[in-house]
């Protein structure tokens, strides 16, 4: 069974998301999650497609006259680099307003999936654990923000900007993506920022597949609003799959 897991895909992880936030016991545990994504990221693209015939005239002038050929290329190029950065600024806000609840959401699956009960688990720990949880948000925007950082200022290098920055945004919001959901199961079991980065490279292949359909996903309306509580389900059967026995004293070594 365990050697069987070992091969499931990132594809798997996120299908499986779709069917595991609709299991008994679990769905009651979706609801916040879901709500609030529905606020903030329904709100948040709402708002966006509003404001894109304002902004990408904008962002074209950034091409040089030479280049002007290219434009149907870079064109809708820019507009999937608009759309992943503010689809990933937006969900990392919606991400960090319901990390206590994604975070419980976490804990109830593993341990319908293991047969397990995380210790201190439930409402009460999760008032407990809120400014841990809230501490570790920080941890990943300050992991993400520098690397956001030099992303965007390729976009001003004409031509080359338009062009690469977008495909590199995209590795890069389906790695932070990755980094965001999986991390809910490793913090439940308080396994550091650091160490839990290192233990998704070891998987990085599955990891950015997974991340990638998350981002993919984030940008259809309608349907993104139900894409954190299944990216939470999702990666947390991954962390059962493939990390928990490493990190977790009770689980049997292969």
């Known amino acids: 069974m365990q050697n069987d897991a070992r091969k499931r895909s990132g594809l798997h992880y996120f299908i499986s998301g779709w069917r595991l936030v609709t299991l008994p016991g679990i769905k009651r545990y979706v609801m916040i999650p879901l709500l609030l994504n529905i606020i903030l990221l329904g709100g948040s693209f709402w708002w966006l497609y509003s404001k ?43 991400n960090l307003i319901a990390s206590p609840f994604s975070g419980l959401l976490a804990e109830k699956l593993e341990a319908r999936l293991t047969g397990k009960p995380l210790p201190d688990s439930g409402w009460i720990g999760l008032l407990r654990d809120t400014p841990r949880i809230l501490h570790r948000e920080w941890l990943k925007l300050v992991y993400y923000l520098p690397r956001a950082v030099m992303l965007l200022l390729l976009y001003f290098i004409p031509g080359f900007g338009q062009t690469v920055a977008p495909i590199l945004w995209f590795a890069f919001s389906a790695w932070m993506l990755a980094v965001q959901y999986c991390d809910f199961p490793f913090d439940n079991h308080k396994v550091p920022f ?48 493939r990390y928990r026995d490493e990190f977790v004293a009770d689980s049997p070594r292969p």
């Open 52 to 94: 894109l015939n304002e902004w990408m005239p904008k962002a074209m002038a950034y091409i040089p006259d030479w280049l002007q050929w290219l434009s149907y290329i870079l064109w809708p190029l820019s507009v999937v680099a608009i759309l992943l950065i503010f689809g990933y600024f937006f969900s990392t806000i919606a």
């Open 194 to 241: 650091r160490t839990m980065r290192g233990a998704l490279r070891r998987h990085k292949y599955i990891n950015l597949q997974f991340g990638a359909l998350v981002s993919i996903f984030t940008l259809i309306p309608v349907v993104n609003l139900m894409i954190m509580p299944v990216a939470v389900c999702g990666a947390t059967a991954m962390w059962v799959d």
